[in-house]
């Protein structure tokens, strides 16, 4: 086979050149590899050295906290003391104040009470009274007003029913006598003969040429 | 005209039912007098009751010559009838021949002028009569007896029957 020495040359130039880059990049990860543990060293005693400085301010503070606690502790307990015995006087007096003007409001709302409650009482009770009065003086009139009318209404009554009697009577008689006095009118009417006509009519006749003359 | 002849006439005359017939017989008389010759006489002789009587009053020729002057006589005679004064007389029963008479003796005894009887049948009176004369009224009726009987005799009779109610 034969082989085109142009292209000969030129794939070995080319490997050659790929070789070298080759190299270049190697040499560039080697010297990256590098920098990177350094920059890691670097990194460790940065990190370590931050530690130490924080340590370092926390025991600082945790001092100085333990310092304020303390400080704070002992002005608690002296203010808490002095606070008590404000309070504890206060209270006493405030309680025996309290208790003072509780026992007198109290007692001025019992007497207010008493007065009221009295008061009320003696309202009611006079009130009652002329309640009771008016209903007896009321109940009184009504029964005199009741028993006027009452009277008059039973004489009404009364009276109607004599006169309701009196007119039954007057009626009944009334009817008895129409009844007996038709009855006899009839008697006589068909008892009286022709002769018996004519001797009445004759009588009563007589009876009035005396009284014409 | 004869006084006598016509109180005659006049006797013949007792009730309002007498006045009534003559009154209406001297009427047709009279009536008759000028129309048909002969009328007049054959109506005045065939009235029984009073033709007689009437003849006796008028003269003699009345239906022919003297037709005025019995013309006169008839209208004084209806004048006077007329005139005549009546008296009603309430009777119980329908008067029969003999009350009526009764009735005209006593109208001829109790009264000075000659009187005509109205007779009036009332049942009711029961009997008697009731005469009634110048506006007077006299009940002499055994009803009206019997009514003043019962109330004189209303407490007599409230007794016997025992009417007073009971108390209510």
Known sequence: MFINPALYVFLIATIILLCIVLVAIVLSYIATIRRLNHLESEKESLYKKTLDEQHEAISAAQKKASEIVADATHIKTETEEALNSSISKLSSDFLSAYQTEATKLKNDNINKYSNISKSISDIVTGNLEDLKKIIAQQTIDSQRVVEVKFKEEYQKLEEEMTEYKKERIQKINSNIYEILHNISRIAFGKGISLQEHEELIAKALEESEREIK | ?168
């Open chain 2, 1 to 168: 005209m004869s006084e006598e002849k016509k109180q005659r006439l006049l006797s013949l005359l007792i009730t309002e039912m007498d006045r009534s017939e003559l009154l209406s017989f001297l009427n047709a008389l009279s009536d008759s007098l000028y129309k048909v010759d002969g009328a007049a006489k054959i109506i005045l002789e065939n009235n029984a009751r009073f033709g007689k009587s009437l003849i006796a009053m008028l003269p003699e020729k009345w239906d022919t010559e003297d037709k005025d002057n019995a013309s006169k006589i008839l209208g004084a005679l209806t004048k006077e009838i007329i005139s005549i004064e009546s008296v009603e007389v309430d009777i119980a029963t329908d008067p029969t021949d003999r009350i009526i008479n009764l009735i005209s003796a006593w109208s001829t005894r109790a009264f000075k002028n000659k009187m005509i009887v109205s007779i009036k049948v009332k049942p009711e009176i029961i009997g008697g009569v009731i005469v009634v004369v110048d506006g007077v009224y006299k009940d002499l009726s055994l009803a009206n007896k019997l009514s003043r009987a019962f109330d004189e005799k209303k407490g007599e009779i409230s007794t016997l029957i025992n009417v007073q109610p009971k108390a209510e």
